[in-house]
Structures are given as structure tokens and as C-alpha cells.
Nanobody, 121 residues
Framework: QVQLVESGGGLVQAGGSLGLACAVS????????MGWYRQAPGKQRELVAH???????NYGGSVKGRFSISYDNGYKVASLQMNGLQPEDTAVYYC???????????????WGQGTQVTVSS
């Protein structure tokens, strides 16, 4: 049973920084890619950042230059460092993974439970 468990988040003032972490647990053959999405009230879920197992990263337009994604394959933890946070970054942040479980051949998509990030002005 593959699971994604998020940690971090919370309340921060505008201009501040926060870090999120997503630990992958379970019997895993391969992590293909990891990502972070967010969903603000009344809005659709949107891509924040994505990284492949080879380390290629891409970012949503509104966070480029402020956020940084990384993945530690040894510890199987994906991290999101968020700098220069603004009130419009307030949302529930979800970890996402494309992961092939051990004993299978095809990857599945997994989501974390979500963690709240609130930026006050």
C-alpha cells in the first residue's frame, strides 16, 4: 500500500517562507515523478511544481523564481521550499506521485491528504 504523507505548512506573513515535505511509504518499485498541486477556495486545483525521477523540474507560472522542488530518492521524500509567499499563495497544498508499486509493472497516481498554507497580508 503506497501512501504519501505530507508535513509542514501553516500560517506565515507575506514575504515569509515555508517548507513542505511529502514522505512516500510502502513497497515501491519506482518513483516516476513527484509534484505539488494546490487548491484555493472556489478555484480549481493547479500545478505548483513537478519533478521527474531524473531531476527535471517545472513550475506553475505564478511560483517561478519563488518556489523550489526537490526529491531525495534515498529517503523517498519530496520537498517544496516556498519563499516570498503572498496572500494569493493561500491554499491547500497536495502532494502527488506517479509511482510503480513493487510487484507491478504499471505506475499509479497517488495523492497526499493535503496541508493548509495560509499567508497573511
Amino acid at each position: 500500500q503506497v501512501q504519501l504523507v505530507e508535513s509542514g505548512g501553516g500560517l506565515v506573513q507575506a514575504g515569509g517562507s515555508l517548507g513542505l515535505a511529502c514522505a512516500v511509504s510502502g513497497s515501491i518499485f519506482r518513483v516516476g515523478s513527484m509534484g505539488w498541486y494546490r487548491q484555493a477556495p472556489g478555484k480549481q486545483r493547479e500545478l505548483v511544481a513537478h519533478i521527474t525521477r531524473l531531476g527535471t523540474a517545472n513550475y506553475g507560472g505564478s511560483v517561478k523564481g519563488r518556489f523550489s522542488i526537490s526529491y531525495d530518492n534515498g529517503y523517498k521524500v519530496a520537498s517544496l521550499q516556498m519563499n516570498g509567499l503572498q496572500p494569493e499563495d493561500t491554499a491547500v497544498y497536495y502532494c502527488h506521485g506517479v509511482i510503480t508499486p513493487l510487484g507491478t509493472e504499471n505506475p499509479n497516481t497517488y495523492w497526499g491528504q493535503g496541508t493548509q498554507v495560509t499567508v497573511s497580508s
